[in-house]
């Protein structure tokens, strides 16, 4: 398997603008997170799906953001307008399952610039 | 609400020398799991080894175990003989359960293996 894609690796971007990440998770995989790393708060959960439906978007900093999951292997997580502390790095997982016994698999991440 | 707590921020340590990293967590759910994740420079997350709050024995994983003491709440990593390589962030992860599925992480310890 591939394992869990995402795209871009990088972006750079203007404040004001609109930011789009995309993610592919593992074939399979009933479950997927969104989470974002800074330097300040660590690795956050922002989202997770469970068959394609958000479950809990309690960690979403604020309604810039907006996730979605269209189908199986695709989610996005849209940052509009994005700000220079929106800059981190953005991982995606997913997870066959849930629960204590569940290794989720993450994604290289997207390093986003926000100038 | 679960807790993870890394007191380690850095360490170096000589290669071919055992190393442990230090996680505590903190949890009133009785199912819960332990996870380790290594992330190199490159910036990808890797899973290393997962424990299971009703594992009696400690997981182990090649070079990798863990070194799990439910009563003190403590999940440390054990790394046998260091390579350059190890060189890495590692960060402790924690499933609690309560209908929230995602990991709550650490922050992490920044390990530096010396020739």
């Known amino acids: 398997d591939a394992g869990v894609i995402q795209s871009p690796r990088h972006e750079v971007t203007e404040m004001g603008q609109e930011v789009t990440l995309r993610c592919k998770p593992i074939?399979?995989?009933?479950?997927l997170f969104w989470y974002r790393q800074t330097m300040m708060r660590g690795l956050e959960l922002l989202i997770y799906?469970?068959?394609?439906?958000?479950?809990?978007d309690s960690g979403m900093p604020e309604d810039r953001f907006s996730a979605k999951m269209p189908n199986a292997s695709f989610s996005t997580l849209k940052i509009q307008p994005s700000e220079p502390r929106d800059s981190a790095v953005y991982f995606c997982?997913?997870?066959?399952?849930?629960?204590?016994?569940?290794?989720?698999?993450f994604g290289p991440g997207t390093r986003l610039t926000v100038t | 609400a679960q807790k993870i707590t890394q007191t380690q921020p850095g360490m170096f340590v000589q290669e071919k020398e055992a190393v442990t990293l230090d996680c505590t967590y903190d949890?009133?759910?009785?199912?819960?799991?332990l996870f380790w994740y290594k992330q190199p420079s490159s910036g990808e997350m890797i899973f290393l080894i997962y424990?299971?709050?009703?594992?009696?024995q400690n997981a182990t994983e090649g070079r990798y175990s863990l070194n799990f003491q439910k009563a003190r709440k403590s999940a440390n990593l054990v790394i046998s003989a260091s390579q350059l390589g190890d060189s890495a962030m590692y960060f402790c992860?924690?499933?609690?359960?309560?209908?929230?599925?995602?990991?709550?992480f650490g922050k992490g310890t920044h390990l530096i293996i010396q020739p």
């Open positions: 997982a997913s997870s066959l399952f849930a629960g204590a016994l569940n290794e989720q698999y």
């Open positions: 074939s399979g995989h009933d479950y």
């Open positions: 799906f469970n068959n394609n439906v958000p479950i809990d």
């Open positions: 949890t009133s759910d009785p199912s819960y799991g």
């Open positions: 424990q299971g709050s009703y594992d009696q």
């Open positions: 992860a924690m499933y609690s359960g309560g209908g929230a599925d995602g990991l709550t």
